[in-house]
């Protein structure tokens, strides 16, 4: 492997694939290959982490049985296409296998927390990247908006248009399964 900046990639040069990036270190930094392209990016910030932590908790308090919701997870769409979710929905079962990734057939929602550097991906490209992979619902989470929750929901092939739940209302929402807060929650500090 080359370290360039502090970075690792794989030796060899593009296109990817998903074996490419088995082995290289998780050190604070979110590999994910978007047709055979590497997009690096660094650890999150304290803020995401509080906004996927407390996503997580609110839909572990509401889950059914034999579901769990994790974070960064390893989402393989395809031999070139590899993505990691702030938080996914998947069934218990798929989190006891010893692989390193999950199905996008297994996720019943996938959760991104839209920060600095993942604007263009989160708002644009993994809504049709999660759409066309069949995972029923996406999340997007802006916080520089209040926060804001938009909530996508698979439409036949492509999600509908978002639906936007601002700061200080309480959104109820149905899919995967009923779960009811207030998306200022999710950036507020315990205690």
Same mark, same amino acid.
């Given at each position: ?5 502090? +970075? ?9 694939? @998903? ?9 604070? /930094? ?9 997009? /690096?990016?660094?650890? !999150? ?9 407390? $996503?997580?908790? /609110?839909?572990?308090? $509401? &889950? ?20 990691? !979710?702030?938080?996914?929905? @998947?069934?218990?079962?798929? +989190? ?11 996720? +019943?929602? &996938?959760?991104? @927390?839209?920060?600095? +550097? ?16 069949? /995972? !029923? ?26 639906? &936007? ?10 899919? !995967? ?6 998306? &200022? ?7």
């Amino acid at each position: 492997m080359t370290r360039l900046d502090a +970075t690792v990639v794989p030796p060899h040069h593009p296109p990817y694939i @998903v074996a490419d990036l088995l082995g290289l270190p998780g050190d604070d /930094i979110r590999y994910e290959l978007v047709n055979g392209s590497l997009l /690096i990016s660094a650890g !999150p910030t304290p803020l995401h982490q509080r906004v996927s932590s407390r $996503v997580c908790r /609110i839909l572990e308090d $509401v &889950a059914p049985e034999g579901v769990e919701p994790l974070q960064t997870v390893n989402l393989r769409v395809g031999f070139r296409e590899l993505y990691v !979710p702030d938080v996914a929905v @998947v069934p218990a079962a798929a +989190t006891e296998s010893a692989t390193s990734m999950v199905s996008p057939r297994d996720v +019943t929602l &996938a959760v991104e @927390v839209v920060g600095p +550097t993942s604007r263009a991906q989160d708002r644009f490209l993994k809504p049709e990247v999660y759409a066309a992979a069949g /995972i !029923p619902v996406y999340w997007r989470v802006e916080m520089d908006e209040g926060p804001t929750l938009y909530v996508y929901e698979l439409d036949g092939e492509t999600y509908g248009p978002p639906t &936007a739940h601002k700061a200080g209302v309480v959104a109820d929402l149905h899919a !995967p399964f009923p779960v009811s807060f207030d998306p &200022a929650d999710l950036m507020r500090r315990r205690g």
